[in-house]
C-alpha cells in the first residue's frame, strides 16, 4: 500500500510541478494522440438513459452538482441522484451496507482502494487536490487577528470554540489530527497536536467537515477546520496554514510522511494506521454500477479539459491529466484523459 501511495504522489507532484496549482491544463497537450472532443459534445453514446447514482464526499457537493448540471443537459434522458457523506461513511455503504452506486467520490483516493479494492471497485483515478484552512466568518472571536502564523494561539485561547470532522468517518476529519501533528513537528511546541485534539473535547465533531457550517454561520462555533475549496465555495474568511502542515504540496509528501492516524478499518475490530500524504481525490465506478454507460460518460465529462475548467470555478483545483495506477482496466474513453501513475503492489 506504502509504495501505491509513494508513486501515485510522485505522479501528481511531476504533474503539479509542470503547471501551478490553480492553473489547468487540458490533458490532450499532454497526450497528443487524444481523441478531441468539441466543447459542445455529448460525452457517451447520445441515447444515455435512466438514473445515474452518485455517493460523494461533502466537499465535493458543489462541483459535483456543476458537472451533474452540465452533463444533464448535454444527456436529458439522465437524471442525477447524489448523495452526500464522509468519504469513508461513503464507502461503507457500499462495502458494508450492501446499497449500490454508479459512482463514487472519495476526498481522499486511499479510501477507495482501502475499503472497496478489490471486492467493490478495480480501479481508481486521481482528478483533483485540495488543502486545509481554518475558516472564520466575521463574527468569529479574534476573527481581526488570526493569521497563518498565530492560528494556534489564537484556537487554543479560553472562550474560542472551533469545529471538526469525525476522523473516523471523514478525510477531513484525520488529516486534521494531521495538521495537528505536522503543526507540532513544524513549529517545534511537545503537546501542540494533544492540546488542540483535546480543546473543547467532542463537543463540535461532526460527521464530515460540511455539517460544520451551518455552527460557523450561526456563531456556535468561531472556526473550523475545512477545505480550501469549501471555504471559497462558501464565502467565508480563512486563514492559509504553511505549507508545510496543510497537505496541499504534493513535493512535500516525504515530510508529510512522518505523521500518522489511527481510524477504524475496513473490518470490525481493526484499525488502519493512515499515513499524511498530498490531498488526493479519488473517483471509481463500482462494480456493481447499474448504469455504466451513463456513469462511464460522467466520469469522462469529469476528468475531461471541460470537467476540470468547472471543478477549478468551484474552487478545486484538478489534476490535469488525471492519474490513475490501473490505467490499463479503465474504460476505454477515460484513458485519453489519463496518464499512469504507479501500479498498485
Request: hydrophobic share 40%; proline share 7%.
Amino acid at each position: 500500500m506504502a509504495y501505491r501511495i509513494i508513486l501515485f504522489i510522485g505522479l501528481v507532484a511531476i504533474v503539479a510541478a509542470a503547471a501551478s496549482v490553480l492553473t489547468f491544463r487540458p490533458a490532450r497537450e499532454h497526450n497528443p494522440n487524444a481523441r478531441q472532443i468539441p466543447e459542445s459534445a455529448s460525452y457517451g453514446v447520445p441515447e444515455l438513459e435512466g438514473d445515474l447514482v452518485i455517493f460523494h464526499a461533502g466537499s465535493l457537493s458543489v462541483p459535483f452538482a456543476e458537472i451533474s448540471k452540465r452533463f444533464m443537459e448535454k444527456n436529458p434522458k439522465v437524471k442525477v441522484l447524489a448523495e452526500a457523506a464522509g468519504s469513508r461513511d461513503t464507502a461503507r455503504k457500499v462495502s458494508d451496507l450492501g446499497r449500490m452506486c454508479d459512482v463514487l467520490g472519495s476526498a481522499d483516493a486511499e479510501t477507495i482502494y482501502e475499503l472497496l479494492m478489490p471486492g467493490h471497485a478495480s480501479w481508481c483515478i486521481g482528478f483533483a487536490r485540495n488543502e486545509l484552512v481554518v475558516a472564520y466568518t466575521g463574527k468569529s472571536k479574534s476573527a481581526g487577528e488570526i493569521t497563518k502564523d498565530n492560528w494556534k494561539e489564537i484556537l487554543l485561547k479560553p472562550g474560542i470554540r472551533f469545529g471538526r470532522a469525525d476522523p473516523g468517518r471523514d478525510p477531513c476529519g484525520y488529516r486534521t489530527l494531521m495538521v495537528f501533528r505536522l503543526a507540532e513537528l513544524h513549529y517545534g511546541i511537545p503537546g501542540l497536536a494533544t492540546k488542540l485534539e483535546e480543546k473543547d473535547g467532542k463537543r463540535f465533531i461532526r460527521p464530515k467537515e460540511t455539517d460544520l457550517l451551518a455552527l460557523l454561520e450561526s456563531g456556535e462555533i468561531d472556526y473550523l477546520f475545512i477545505y480550501l475549496s469549501v471555504a471559497v465555495q462558501h464565502n467565508l474568511k480563512y486563514a492559509v496554514l504553511p505549507s508545510e502542515i496543510n497537505l496541499g504540496e504534493p513535493s512535500l509528501a516525504g515530510d508529510y510522511s512522518k505523521v500518522s492516524v489511527s481510524v477504524k478499518g475496513a473490518n470490525p475490530g481493526e484499525t488502519s494506521q493512515l499515513v499524511a500524504a498530498p490531498i488526493v481525490y479519488g473517483v471509481t465506478i463500482p462494480s456493481g454500477a447499474e448504469n455504466r454507460p451513463a456513469a462511464e460518460a460522467w466520469v469522462e465529462l469529469l476528468i475531461s479539459p471541460e470537467g476540470a475548467e468547472i471543478l477549478e470555478k468551484c474552487g478545486q483545483p484538478p489534476i490535469t491529466p488525471a492519474v490513475c495506477p490501473e490505467l490499463e482496466i479503465i474504460p476505454q474513453p477515460l484513458r485519453e484523459f489519463c496518464v499512469k501513475a504507479g501500479a498498485k503492489k
